[in-house]
């Protein structure tokens, strides 16, 4: 069975007459990639300050790591703001040591840990300039590692790979994955939809403050599937049996295959195999990807206000 380390039961907030966030229920298990998503304005930020409990709902209840959020589970979480804030000022390590006292280090265990994560993250030699010295992509990694200086049980981080490089952006993804391996529990916000399909175990997508996807990545993609399946290869594909249209992907890489009512993809693959005039390199289901799925939720989602 699951463990729960967030639920969150039928939360509403209210600025003025604007309703942020509607009746909004869901849970956050341990060991898994939980990934909010949502356009701007959606209510994904209010969201997670409630569940931080720097807002409070109007209505509904949150519970975070088995209680309501008081001093003692908030050492246990860490949260990396979209907002970044670090003192300009100041050497990386001082900065790093005195963010790790305050959820509760030693001076030494916090100066410690923070040079482990400064060597694992490549920025060592950097310990003793100051913030300011350091490029944003630079200061990301810096805030990141102070999100998981104090070894907590879950992370909150919002847009983790802004300003990052493609190699950069991979040393977050593996430390992402680590932490989710020892049993860490990760709420992600971000817009980066490739990297929810490729990290993200759960999501749930807020349009106008409510919910309008929740549930394995898997499974909502597949609830979007077409009645059509991707091929790569050679040969005349209208003339295969169950096959009602053929187009172009969208890429121009494959071919789309529509089938006929009750024609499962397994059949039309058995069909392939018998043919000698047809040869196939890729065949997969037409499951789109969940930047199509996103662009398509809140389109309707507008037409429906």
Known sequence: MNQSVIQVEHISKLYGSFQAVRDLAFEVYKGEIFAMLGPNGAGKSTTIRMILDILKPDTGTIRVLGGKLD?????????????????RGVPV?????????????STADARKRSMTYLEQLDLAAFARKKVSDLSKGMQQKVQFAVTMLHDPELIIIDEPFSGL????????????????????????????????EYLADRLLMINRGQQALYGKVDE???RYALPAVIVEGQGDWASLPGVERVEAENDGRGTLLFLAAHTQPDHVLEQIARRED????????????????????VEQGRMGA
């Open 165 to 196: 490089d493609p190699v950069n952006t991979l040393v977050i993804e593996d430390l992402i994955k680590q932490f989710r391996a020892k049993g860490g529990a990760v709420v992600m916000s971000t817009h980066q939809m490739y990297q929810v």
């Open 220 to 222: 909502v993609r597949s």
């Open 278 to 297: 047809i040869h196939v390199r890729r065949f997969e289901l037409a499951v789109p990807r969940l930047n199509d799925i996103f662009i398509q939720v």
């Open 71 to 87: 001093e003692a589970i908030k050492n246990r979480i860490g949260y990396l703001p979209e907002e970044r804030g670090l003192y």
């Open 93 to 105: 390590i001082e900065v790093m040591t005195y963010l790790g006292q305050l959820k509760g280090l």
